[in-house]
């Protein structure tokens, strides 16, 4: 009969249970402290609906005044049958 071979009995190199933890709540911490800068400086960009009002108010009184400037007027002789 043959015998099994011996398996030697040094311990096989692993991570303990604090060894895992510990990488994993400091990445969890990092990236929280990541992810709340991340929203305050989405806040700081976003403008005002007041100022997006007031730049809309704006963009419509140039294009009247560009129109106004650019039109003709309009009598009897520049009609077409108006």
Known sequence: MTA????????????????VITPIL????????????????THLLETPPSELQLVCNRLIKDRLRSDLRYATSVNEAAGNGL
């Open 4 to 19: 099994f071979p011996q398996r030697s009995a040094a311990p096989r190199p692993a991570f303990s249970l604090i060894e």
């Open 26 to 41: 400091t990445a969890s911490l990092l990236m929280s402290a990541l992810a709340d800068r991340f929203v305050i400086s």
